[in-house]
């Protein structure tokens, strides 16, 4: 069955989607975790939220669960893809930088992606700080992403003008502002933060975004593919998911997910999967210079 798309020529119709199985080490060892884990009710919202993905028609690769990541289920972080061209990071937290390997295997050894890897030692970079819109890569400079991750990202990625973006309070850049349509942007008036970051971006870029705004901060991240807006469920943020279905409605499906076990772990919608078309042959311009290389040593 060929996958539902949204828009003609939209960026974010994709065949695609790598995600993860939750490992039992994430009730009681994943970084920043606030509360008790349902690790049972984990895994029923993470599969409700995979359902979605295999309701539009993509593949999804569901990769085993790792228990000595208890991140690993935010597949988002360890790389980078825009356009089917991946970019292996380096994860800021010292305990998810080998959460590299098993994502190198799988986007470059099975699924055969165009495949630059990040070696510069001195790079931070999460692919949470990474927001894509379309038309120019926004980069988070957070706890987890400095100023060298920014410069790998561009090297990367030479198509797309790259700017940097001060993270005003969340973990990651996309935590509270993300893509939830074309040249459109969602944030959050909860906090002031996401407001904050929608500002800076207004102020750095050359182009201009439509915005939709909800009250719920976490609300604000949304993942927009295949004409598809996949938010917080109506039960977890009521008054957001209705602001979503009212200005994106009309144009694209919403879907809403809950996400409480999740949010314990400072996780969210968008960290929990890669979503790419394989490109059928290389873009020339899309990565031609060669700043990172690939490390040999877990082939
Ligand atoms: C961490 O602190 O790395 C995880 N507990 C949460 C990562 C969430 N990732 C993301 O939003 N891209």
């Known amino acids: 069955m060929a996958p539902k798309t949204g828009p003609a020529n939209s960026r974010f119709n994709f065949t695609h989607v790598v995600v993860s199985e939750i490992p039992d080490s994430y009730a009681t060892k994943a970084l920043g975790l606030s509360g008790t884990v349902d690790i049972n009710l984990a895994r029923s919202q993470h599969k409700a939220y995979v359902d979605v993905f295999r309701g539009l028609g993509v593949e999804v690769r569901v990769l085993k669960a790792d228990e000595a990541f ?47 890897e990040v070696v510069d030692p001195a790079v931070k970079l999460d692919g949470g700080d990474v927001l894509f ?46 893509l939830c349509g074309e040249d459109t942007l969602c944030a959050s008036i909860e906090s002031g933060d996401s407001f904050t970051m929608l500002k800076r971006i207004d102020a750095a870029s050359k182009f201009t975004y439509r915005r939709v705004l909800v009250p719920d901060d976490m609300a604000a991240n949304v993942v927009y593919m295949n004409g598809t807006v996949i938010c917080k469920s109506a039960t977890e943020s009521p008054d957001s998911f209705r602001i979503l279905k009212e200005q ?34 290389i873009k020339p311009g899309t990565m031609q210079r060669l700043v990172c290389r690939y490390e040999s040593e877990d082939a």
Not at 137 to 162: M, Y
Not at 258 to 277: D, I, N, P, Q, Y
């Open 133 to 178: 819109t379309g038309r120019e890569i926004l980069v988070g400079l957070s706890s987890r992403t400095n100023k060298a991750g920014v410069e790998a990202v561009q090297a990367a990625f030479p198509g797309f003008p790259v700017t940097g973006i001060e993270v005003a309070g969340p973990l990651h850049l996309k935590t509270l502002l993300t």
């Open 70 to 116: 208890p991140d690993c289920v935010f597949v988002e972080d360890p790389a980078i893809v825009i356009e089917g061209h991946a970019l292996i990071t380096k994860p800021g937290d010292p305990s998810r930088q080998d959460e590299i390997r098993r994502i190198r295997r799988t986007l470059r050894d099975e699924l055969q992606l165009p495949f630059l």
């Open 248 to 281: 994106l409605g009309h144009e694209y499906d919403v879907v809403g997910i809950e996400l409480s076990e999740m949010e314990k772990a400072v996780g969210s919608l968008t960290c929990m999967s890669l979503r790419f078309t394989k490109p059928t042959k």
